[in-house]
T-cell receptor, first 116, second 111 residues
Framework: NAGVTQTPKFQVLKTGQSMTLQCAQD?????MYWYRQDPGMGLRLIYY???????DKGEVPNGYNVSRLNKREFSLRLESAAPSQTSVYFC???????????????FGEGSRLTVL | ELKVEQNPLFLSMQEGKNYTIYCNYS?????LYWYRQDPGKSLESLFV?????AVKQEGRLMASLDTKARLSTLHITAAVHDLSATYFC???????????FGSGTKLNVKP
């Protein structure tokens, strides 16, 4: 059971380049999330998808787009990367509240992105 | 927007000592989560607190939740070096299916 899988694990981009971070979960979770982690700032929510077919903005959505491709997959796209987007990106998933009482998040291993 | 504040942000302590990490949040919620993160690694779930007065314990760590005070604590008893990590609390804004995280407490337990 792989849990939450993110690719790539490491990426270096030049300013203005685009890329997509991929995330897949095999736990039959309904909700999926993208966070970024920067030193001293905890995790900040970029976008989330409460269920297949829906996406919503989080705290820091500017410069990003997302696609909930199906129930398993949730991708994060940087259209024109900027140095301020250098960060560690985490994908996470969980059951919706109504399906599972604990509702805890399960995280992928992270994707370390550097924008030069 | 829900705010989650942890303190302290950094904690250096000797093995064998006790200490408490505090997590305050700004809006009504009856669900709070504690996670552990080792350097360069992902986040691992430690505790899930689902109601007012909930208390969970695992080894030297004990977490509690006071929803009326909007406060959770993570108490460390007789710290050991293996507990060195960053600890995050997170609140589930249930109505909007969002999770909000504190800034984390970096714990260093010195032998």
């Amino acid at each position: 059971n792989a849990g939450v899988t993110q690719t790539p694990k490491f990426q270096v981009l030049k300013t203005g380049q685009s890329m997509t971070l991929q995330c897949a979960q095999d736990m039959n979770h309904n909700s999926m999330y993208w966070y970024r982690q920067d030193p001293g700032m905890g995790l900040r929510l970029i976008y989330y998808s409460a269920s297949e077919g829906t996406t919503d903005k989080g705290e820091v959505p500017n410069g990003y787009n997302v696609s909930r491709l199906n129930k398993r997959e949730f991708s994060l796209r940087l259209e024109s990367a900027a140095p301020s987007q250098t960060s560690v990106y985490f994908c996470a998933s969980k059951y919706r509240y109504s399906r599972h009482p604990t509702g805890e998040l399960f995280f992928g291993e992270g994707s370390r992105l550097t924008v030069l | 927007e829900l705010k989650v504040e942890q303190n302290p942000l950094f904690l250096s302590m000797q093995e064998g000592k006790n200490y408490t990490i505090y997590c305050n949040y700004s809006t009504t919620s009856d669900r709070l989560y504690w996670y552990r993160q080792d350097p360069g690694k992902s986040l691992e779930s430690l505790f899930v607190l689902l109601s007012n007065g909930a208390v969970k314990q695992e080894g030297r760590l004990m977490a509690s939740l006071d929803t009326k005070a909007r406060l959770s604590t993570l108490h460390i008893t007789a710290a050991v070096h293996d507990l060195s990590a960053t600890y995050f609390c997170a609140v589930d804004d249930s109505g909007f299916n969002k999770f909000y995280f504190g800034s984390g407490t970096k714990l260093n337990v010195k032998p």
